[in-house]
């Protein structure tokens, strides 16, 4: 069965360092979503991609975010100068249709 | 704004002891309710879409159904492999394709 997926599964960086979180949608979807948890409270949106280019976003994802689909087959979300804040989970998701997505296993990303 | 609000928070049943899980919600109008599950330190994992009101779905010991203003989540006589968080997303009409998430139920089903 087809699935997201996404590397590293853990990420440690210190403070202002840029890390890129990387994720292989599934093959045929066309929409594709960055979220992010932080331990112990909801899924977040920040950003969602389509046709190659950003369709939504959320006020979370400011100008220390990018997203690139540099070829046919990764996605990926880049923080330019990492917080301590943004130390979560982060999970890549892909739809087909723009309704029911499919979650990645997540990176966890700690800031140190 | 649109809310989506899940309860109980947590929940502990015995295996075997049947019970529905709530997602009540607002939005100005509904295109999809999602329910998800998902593990500790792992993604959600999709498990159903319900369009409109009195459709359900159903998948092993899950049941899914749908009114005009909430959700549950009806679990049969449950295993310990049911533990998980359960997420409520609920996709409102409208310009965005962005779902708003449920803070979920914790499910623990005891042997």
């Known amino acids: 069965e087809p699935e997201v997926t996404q590397t590293p599964s853990h990420q440690v960086t210190q403070m202002g360092q840029e890390v890129i979180l990387r994720c292989v949608p599934i093959s045929n979807h066309l929409y594709f979503y960055w979220y992010r948890q932080i331990l112990g409270q909801k899924v977040e949106f920040l950003v969602s991609f389509y046709n190659n280019e950003i369709s939504e976003k959320s006020e979370i994802f400011d100008d220390q975010f990018s997203v690139e689909r540099p070829d046919g087959s990764n996605f990926t979300l880049k923080i330019r100068s990492t917080k301590l804040e943004d130390s979560a989970m982060y999970f890549c998701?892909?739809?087909?249709?723009?309704?029911?997505?499919?979650f990645g296993p997540g990176t966890r990303l700690t800031v140190t | 704004e649109d809310q989506v609000t899940q309860s109980p928070e947590a929940l502990r049943l015995q295996e075997g002891e049947s019970s529905s899980l709530n997602c009540s919600y607002t939005?100005?109008?509904?295109?999809?309710l999602f329910w998800y599950r998902q593990d500790p330190g792992k993604g959600p994992e999709f498990l159903f879409t319900l369009y409109s009101a009195g459709e359900e779905k159903e998948k092993e010991r899950l049941k899914a159904t749908l009114t005009k203003k909430e959700s549950f989540l009806h679990i049969t006589a449950p295993k310990p492999e049911d533990s998980a968080t359960y997420l409520c997303a609920v996709l409102a009409s409208g310009g965005s394709y962005i779902p708003t998430f449920g803070r979920g139920t914790s499910l623990i089903v005891h042997p």
């Open positions: 939005v100005s109008g509904l295109r999809g």
């Open positions: 998701a892909s739809s087909v249709d723009g309704y029911e997505q499919y």
